[in-house]
């Protein structure tokens, strides 16, 4: 169940808990602790993905500094983004990938748009390989 149809499934259980004639107290009581333990799964769980994208957010990419330029963050960063808006992705994928598109920013702002090592001699890492690719290098 998606959190948009946990939220519409609690709205409809406190209004039923309203609104129902004939229920007893208890029914009642059961259909609202019922709502609210759906809105608490959505809390828990926004809490999770916030977690998930404050840890990825924080990777520090070492070995992208001497593999990639400025242009290729850039890039990545933008592929990640685009990754994470994928229908497809689990929440926590999302998350994870939409921290590293900001991670991937942060290390592009901190070398500046005139960052331009020289193709490693050695083979890339996977992200450099990634990164240098998408631009057909």
Do not use: C
Request: hydrophobic share 40%; aromatic share 6%.
């Amino acid at each position: 169940m998606t959190p948009h149809q946990r939220i519409v499934l609690a709205g409809k259980l406190e209004s039923r808990a309203e609104t129902a004639e004939g229920l007893s107290s208890e029914k009642r009581t059961a259909l609202r602790r019922a709502a609210h333990n759906l809105l608490a799964v959505n809390a828990m769980e926004a809490a999770k993905h916030r977690q998930i994208f404050k840890e990825a957010s924080k990777v520090s990419w070492p070995e992208v500094r001497s593999e990639l330029g400025y242009r290729h963050m850039v890039q990545l960063a933008d592929v990640f983004e685009g990754w994470a808006l994928d229908s497809r992705m689990t929440p926590e994928w999302t998350a994870k990938l939409a921290g590293w598109a900001g991670s991937m920013r942060t290390l592009a702002e901190e070398v500046g748009p005139d960052w331009d090592p020289p193709k490693p001699e050695r083979s890339l890492s996977l992200v450099g390989f990634i990164g240098r690719n998408l631009m057909d290098e």
